[in-house]
Each structure stands twice: as structure tokens, then as C-alpha cells.
């Protein structure tokens, strides 16, 4: 398959486009903008700045992609948004491109669906495999990780990190680390429970999730504390990989501030 761009829209004859890339009607391409094979822009998409998209992406219309980050700092040098591939991104998403706090670059990993008005900021990190539903908005350097799921209206937090195969309920706000394998909701957001039916979906085994659950029961219910709940967790032999990555990932919240284990480094 050759080539589709539409006659009336504006391509920068310095963007790098590769083949069997299908660019719809107004849609505006920048100079610094690369599109990998087999990527689809619907009508009234733009790229600017500093752009790269992997191939097989799906990008529909009056999404915004590398704008300048809305950081009252930044002094506008050339940072970047890098996407992968196979990604779905519905109507009238916007996602910013860096700013100079991190290594500058805003990153999107593979098979991702991002829903419409959703919005990504400056400086996020999200894996593969995530879903942002409807309206739900990224702050500045978030980090969302593999297999998670953020339903309808979500906020959250700058700095803030959602776990792997996590999933936060609608409307809430996400102001600490949402741990991996859990479910949150709230405002603001708290680990309620696992998220069992992510789980199962994903094939977990009945013992992994129980483990999980009793992880959960002694860290969130029964309130023992962390070193506490990793010695009953090994006694009754539940100390799985996925619980030890539980564990550590929320010693490393404890080690932050405001529930935030990424922001540290400001604890000093």
C-alpha cells in the first residue's frame, strides 16, 4: 500500500514519514516529526515539536501530539514525545511533550488505548498494554505501568505511580501510588481491594491471587504493618514474585513523601 495524504493537509517536507501511512484531511505535520509504517492519522490531527511515532498506530481527530509542556518553567528546548506501536488514540487527546526536569522525554510503550479528552502531560511514562478511559488526566511526570487501567474522569497527581495490572475507578483522585494488583477508588484514591477480575483476565493463578489478597487483607485491613506482613507472608509460604514486587513497591511509597515514592528526593 502506497501513501494517503490528503491534498489539504500541511506536511512539513522535512517530516520523516515511513511507508503505508494514511494521513487524513487538515491534519498538520511538523518538521521534527517522524510516523512509523502503517500509522493512520483521521482528519485535524497535529504533531508538533519534537515527534515520534512507532508504526501501526491509530490517531483520530483534533488530537494534539507534542505540544509545549504547560510547565511555567520550561524555557523551550527541544524535548520529545516518543510512541511505539499498535496504539489506539481516540478523539481530542492531548500529549505533551517534556520538559527539562527528567531526560525529555515524554514516553507511550506499545498496544496502549488512550480514550477521548484524555490527557497525558509533560513527562509521563506509561508502559504497554495500559488503558486510559474517557477525560482521565496525567499530570506532570506520572509513571503508569504495564497492564494498568484507569477508568472514566480519573485524576492524578504529579509524580504519582500506578502500579502494573492496577485499576482505579471512575472519578477518583489519585494523589498517592496506587500499588500493583490492586484496585483504588476514591477521593481520595485508596487500595480497596485486588483487582481480581484484572487478574483472571490476565491469567493469574488462583494461589498468586490469593496470595495477593492476603497481602493486601494484612497491609490494608488488618493495618501490621510492612516488615510484619512480609514475615507472615513468608511463615505461610505466600511470598510469590508478584507479592515480593507488591512488597517492595510499596516500601519504596513508604520511602517518599505524600505517598509518592518517586518524589524522594524532595524528603531532604
Known sequence: ???YFAENSSIDPR???E?????GQYCVIGPKVRIGRGTKLENNVTLMGSVSIGKNN???PNVVIGGEPQDVSYNGSDTKVVIGDNNIIRECVTINRASEKEDGVTR???DNFLMACSHVAHDCQLGNHIVLANGTLLAG?????DFASLSGAVAVHHFATIGSYSFIAGLSAVRHDVPPYMLAEGYPARPRCINAVGLK???FSPQVIHALAEAHRL???SKVGLENAWEILRANGQLVPQVNHLLAFVQGQHEGIHGRGRERRKAA
Open 1 to 3: 500500500m502506497a501513501h
Open 15 to 17: 517530516a520523516i514519514i
Open 19 to 23: 511507508e503505508d501511512v494514511e494521513i
Open 58 to 60: 491509530h490517531v483520530y
Open 108 to 110: 507511550i510503550g506499545d
Open 141 to 145: 511526570h506520572v509513571h503508569v505501568h
Open 201 to 203: 483476565r490476565n491469567d
Open 219 to 221: 497491609l490494608y485491613r
